[in-house]
């Protein structure tokens, strides 16, 4: 009796003294808040996959340690983001969170993050102030800012012969952010946006405006929809007659689309920092790879995913599995050169990936890169301090 209790004691203290191996014995706690449901619900499965697929390749194992997930839908639904995430943080207790796709949904959860220490990874929402105003040490993003792909867009239409452009986004902060960064780049270049159209999120009557593009006859038009959105968007462009009008857009329009959109995806040209067509052996190892776990085609979400955990298990590998050394798993990150299906990309000093952004042609209903657009292109990372 007092020999096990005095076993029990060494042992107690052993695992105290080497809290990496503590960790080590328990699983990690990983929250999926990602839309699950509503027309960016293909997206959150996407990234569920990509995911998944990057632990499963590392033996079920992040930071040595299995891993439990907890998933929650946030329905893409802004107002209910704080709640779900304290849901998450407070009664699930999870090490990390991964998400999420809508800009709206991320700022809401980057608050909570921020005031409880909780790493946060994003894995799609392109909101510029997640890595700038908002920026802390704990949150980081594997995807984009909103302003990357608009810029992109932006600098490669101003080298065309095609000058007055509309734009027509949903009307929230990644629609305005995209189009903000379009405008910027076009108008340096020196391109003019004519007008700006908007519907609320998530409508898809564009009728209305279709119209009124037909009658302001713009060189080119330029646009951010994404999921259902985009795929009714494409083809209602198309059967409006608006076909000889050149239809550009951040690379969302045509990712994980072009078979819904048909025919009238042929030809939209667009920005993005992923493409179908990809040379390189990372990519061609992840869309098999995929393909056989999945049965379905890997998209830019797809790759989203994956990175969140290729990030994840670059900062775990430094703090032994421990997501709370937030100083240590930063240091890694900041450090490493992440071997993407997207081409390599490094992070910036407020959290956002350096990538490069392919100009991409819809051909055969694939993403087709026809240049790159920008090279190495990092967010500004305007307003961040940390
Ligand atoms: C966003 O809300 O930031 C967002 C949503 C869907 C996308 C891209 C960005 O495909």
Partial sequence: MIRSTFRLAVGAAAIALLPGLAHAQDKLRVGLMLPYSGTYAQLGEAIENGFRLFVEENGGKLGGREIEYFKLDDESAPPKAADNMNKLVKRDNVDVVIGSVHSGVAMGMAKIAKQTGTLMINPNAGADAVTGPMCAKNIFRSSFSNWQP????????????????????????????????????????????????????????????????????????????????????????????????????????????????????????????????????????????????????????????????????????????????????????????????????????????????YLRKVTNGENAVTAIASKALADPGRGCSM
């Fill in 150 to 357: 608009g810029y992109a867009t932006g600098e490669a239409l101003a080298k065309t012969s095609l000058k007055n452009v509309v734009t027509i986004t949903w009307k929230y902060a990644a629609g305005a952010e995209s189009v903000g960064g379009f405008k910027e780049a076009f108008e340096k270049g020196g391109g003019q946006v004519v007008k700006d159209l908007t519907v609320p999120f998530p409508n898809v009557e564009f009728q209305a405006l279709l119209t009124e593009i037909a009658s302001l006859k713009p060189d080119a038009v330029y646009t951010f929809f994404a999921g259902g959105g985009a795929v009714k968007f494409v083809r209602d462009y198309k059967a409006a007659g608006l076909g000889s009008i050149p239809l550009y857009g951040a690379g969302f329009l045509t990712e994980g689309t072009t078979k819904a959109q048909g025919e009238a995806a042929e030809g939209v040209i667009t920005a993005m920092h992923y493409a179908d067509n990809l040379d390189n052996a990372k990519d061609k190892a992840f869309r098999l790879a995929y393909a056989k776990a999945f049965k379905m085609q890997p998209d830019v979400y797809a790759v989203q995913g994956y990175d969140a955990a290729q990030i994840l298990a670059t900062g775990l590998a430094a703090t032994n599995g421990d997501a709370k050394q937030i100083d240590a798993f930063r240091e890694a990150v900041l450090k490493a050169k992440f071997d993407s299906p997207r081409g390599s990309f490094t992070m910036s000093d407020s959290h956002n990936p350096v990538q490069d952004f």
